[in-house]
């Protein structure tokens, strides 16, 4: 998985006004969870930008006054209307304990039903996925050249190495829809079978 640098220094005061304080100077307030001690720190708007702005999934390096840790966004918080980005979690990442964390989905191949006249429907941008970071990929690819026209992959269809998916088994990752000018195209074949059938 790739990673992303970032890098903030500690909060020595916390609340709504010292957020409030915060924001005003394009800076973010942002908490790093840890079992021992939470850690608040505040980074600024342009370096995170690569972070949030992004269908791409990241290892965070965070530097906060030197000290550095590996770590997930674990949550981000917007502004309701003006999506301005109010705060942000991280979870620290270890080799040894796996973490939870939606990857983007990447369907490869033509599927069949696409040659057929259907239409592609990617339903999950994003799978939930449980394994040491050290074992996620970028993407979660999945195979669509076989799909036809109608049919579906679920989340029950798929496996990945070393990586476990948390989502619904019956949930519908992809599938191919059946559009007008399929029904049409398969209304002719059918018309003239029917006429060959009737002619001899």
Not at 107 to 118: D, I, R, S, Y
Not at 128 to 148: A, E, I, M, N, Q
């Amino acid at each position: 998985m790739k990673t992303l640098a970032l890098e903030g220094s500690k909060r020595t005061e916390i609340g709504k006004k010292a957020a409030k304080a915060l924001r005003v100077n394009e800076q973010i307030p942002c908490v790093l969870y840890n079992a021992k001690e939470n850690i608040h720190f505040a980074t600024t708007q342009a370096a995170v930008r690569s972070l949030v702005y992004t269908p791409n999934v990241y290892i965070v390096e965070l530097n906060i006054d030197g000290e550095k840790t590996l770590a997930i966004k674990q949550d981000i918080q917007f502004h309701p209307v003006t999506d301005e980005i109010l705060h942000i979690d991280f979870l620290p990442v270890t080799e040894k304990k796996p973490v939870v964390i939606d990857i983007p989905v990447k369907v490869k191949g033509l599927a069949e039903g696409v040659q057929q006249g259907g239409k592609l429907l990617l339903e999950m941008r994003y799978l939930k996925v449980r394994g040491l970071y050290t074992d996620l990929p970028d993407t979660l690819d999945v195979d669509v050249t076989s799909l036809t026209l109608g049919k579906t992959i679920q989340v029950k269809d798929l496996s990945f190495e070393n990586i476990e998916i948390l989502n619904s088994p019956n949930a519908v990752v992809t599938s191919v829809k059946l559009t007008r000018a399929a029904r049409a195209a398969a209304g002719e074949v059918e018309g003239v079978a029917e006429e060959a059938a009737a002619a001899e």
